[in-house]
């Protein structure tokens, strides 16, 4: 059976990404990083199963708030390089712009690309008046590339419902970015 | 379902009363299954329908068929809230209407539910579209639950299902 595509979500492009919408295709890769240690700062290591939930909830998040996750595709290569995303569930601080890449693809400024394109999108079309970034404050790359986009740690926040806690990032509001492209 | 259902289910899974699905359970939880649910039907072109009421549009529930990965075989499954209890018969109407759809639009069945031993509710209204008791199984996350088997739309259920070997041709 052929699952239908997911609908309404605006495909953008970078100078070397694609921001697709996600899907099936993406679950396979999914797993094999959650399987990974690589995902110990974004919730993993996580069994296949819970891997498939998470990414089902947040294919549904594009329903429930009109934005969500893109999977990421190299333009040359067409090969799944991560995802990023504008996150806002139920019990989060604010909406929050996320991103994470998968082994092989670090160290090339990708997540900074996708994460400016990602901004630009809930800065000019949602209209987004500021944006913040949760992260594990272990995740010094993760850091790294939140000071390339000129956000600045703010405050630690705890999940009330998980329990773990992150530093939530701020980024520069709309006004401060003005000029700057997607790419 | 939408947002809108969403409200819904996080209103009734704050009462006492949605004790009877496995509640209350707090908003965040809610939020991320109804989120996985819609995003169940990107990735597996099936899915949970919102079950509102024909005479006020009230969201009563949901029914539809659970497939996520690592389940043991395509499920008809449904939670109703207590939106629908006085109106006998309804949410076995809306069980065989998703059990029908699925035959006809994914020529999936005949299908299973998995039932916990304990919720006598499922176990009722199993009963009462016409499913029989299978076998039991031990899943990794939700522990021993029986699997029931559902007719056919248009059709009881063939005595030959019944001496199927467990495990036997079912994916």
Known sequence: MTAPALVGVP?????????????????????????????????????????????????????????????????????????VGLFYPEGWPEPEIGWTLFEGFEGRGYATEAARAARAHAYGVLGWTTAISVIDPANTASEAVARRLGAAPEADWTHPEDGWSARLWRHPPPHVLAGETAA | MTRRDFEAEAAWFARPGSARNGGPKPR???????????????????GFWA????????????????????????????????GADDLAGAEAEAILAARDWAWRERALGPLASLIRPSDGRARRLAAAVGARMERSVKLPEAGLVEIDRHALPGEALRPSLHATHPGEGRA
């Open chain 2, 28 to 46: 965040e939880a809610v939020w991320r299954v109804v989120a996985a649910m819609i995003g169940h039907w990107t990735l597996e072109g099936v």
């Open chain 1, 11 to 83: 495909e953008l492009e970078t100078e070397r990404l694609r921001l697709r919408a996600p899907g099936d295709a993406d679950f396979e890769p999914l797993a094999a990083f959650y399987a990974s240690e690589r995902s110990r700062f974004v919730g993993g290591p996580l069994l296949r199963g819970k891997v498939w939930r998470s990414h089902a909830a947040l294919v549904g998040h594009w329903a429930l708030r009109g934005y969500g996750w893109w999977s990421l595709e190299e333009r040359t290569t067409g090969a799944l390089a991560g995802r």
């Open chain 2, 51 to 82: 079950v509102e009421r024909s005479d006020t549009r009230a969201y009563c529930g949901r029914v539809g068929v659970w497939s996520p990965e690592g389940w043991p075989e395509p499920e008809l499954g449904w939670t109703f809230t207590d």
